[in-house]
């Protein structure tokens, strides 16, 4: 059987929150805080979507010696605006976005398309998924 990424979103995928680009990390963190997200999708003026802001990302962040307060959240972003966003169809092969996660070390990526509007799939939905999942052998 091949799974599809809309095969494990049903009310497993994380909400696709936006927010301004131009924002401080501050903003940020305490979105993602009050919310308990995992990641934000970061966009420009128009909204679009220029960039995809993880829990990672900002771990790495507070982690570089001399790190300052009320930095943009998109310089932050490891995504950030000159990378295009990571993202997916629901209609795409789960195992070859898995693949893609690992081998670009991404903690999610956006899907857009209209069977599911706009979501994230993350490591921990795909964990969760693989883990309810019967195995037959």
């Known amino acids: 059987m091949t799974l599809l990424v809309r095969d494990i979103l049903c009310g497993n995928a994380a909400p696709a929150i936006e927010l301004a680009a131009d924002e401080p990390i501050e903003s940020a963190v305490a979105l993602m805080g009050f919310a308990g997200l995992p990641a934000l999708v970061l966009i420009d003026g128009h909204r679009r979507a220029i960039a995809l802001l993880t829990e990672r990302d900002i771990v790495d962040y507070v982690a570089r010696p001399g790190f300052g307060t009320g930095c943009q959240a998109v310089l932050v972003a490891r995504s950030g605006s000159t990378d295009d966003v990571p993202q997916c ?37 795909v964990a969760a998924a693989i883990g309810r999942q019967p195995f037959t052998s």
Not at 95 to 109: G, I
Not at 110 to 115: A, C, N, S
């Open 89 to 125: 169809s629901s209609r795409d092969r789960l195992a070859t976005v898995v693949q893609r996660m690992n081998a670009e070390n991404l903690r999610a990526v956006l899907v857009v398309d209209g069977d599911v509007g706009r979501v994230l799939l993350t490591q921990d939905v």
